[in-house]
Nanobody
Framework: QVQLVESGGGLVQPGGSLRLSCAAS????????MGWYRQAPGKERELVASITSGDSTKYADSVKGRFTISRDNAKNTVYLQMNSLKAEDTAVYYCKVVVGFSPSISYWGQGTQVTVSS
């Protein structure tokens, strides 16, 4: 089993910054892709950013230029640096970690609340 622990959420004013972290532990024999998703009230969960084992990144159009995803394989941790936050970024943020390549298994974090409000 793999456990994910997220941290870094909270309340921030518009224009502010937050850094989310997601640390994986347990039976991690090979880390594949890692990513962050978010779900706002009344909306479906959506991909925010992802990073492959080769460090290729992908971002939702709504966060391009403001958010940066990175990973530290030595710490089995994925980060999401969020700058220039807007009210519409308010959501519960979930990390997703894929372990293995063939086969692979996906694991989800418990979610961390990000609220952008003045």
């Amino acid at each position: 089993q793999v456990q994910l622990v997220e941290s870094g959420g909270g309340l921030v004013q518009p224009g502010g910054s937050l850094r989310l972290s997601c640390a994986a532990s347990g039976r991690i024999f090979s880390l594949n892709a890692m990513g962050w998703y978010r779900q706002a009230p009344g909306k479906e969960r959506e991909l925010v950013a992802s990073i492959t084992s080769g460090d290729s990144t992908k971002y939702a159009d709504s966060v391009k230029g403001r958010f940066t995803i990175s990973r530290d394989n030595a710490k089995n941790t994925v980060y999401l640096q969020m700058n220039s936050l807007k009210a519409e970024d308010t959501a519960v943020y979930y990390c997703k970690v894929v372990v293995g390549f063939s086969p692979s298994i996906s694991y989800w974090g418990q979610g961390t609340q990000v609220t952008v409000s003045s």
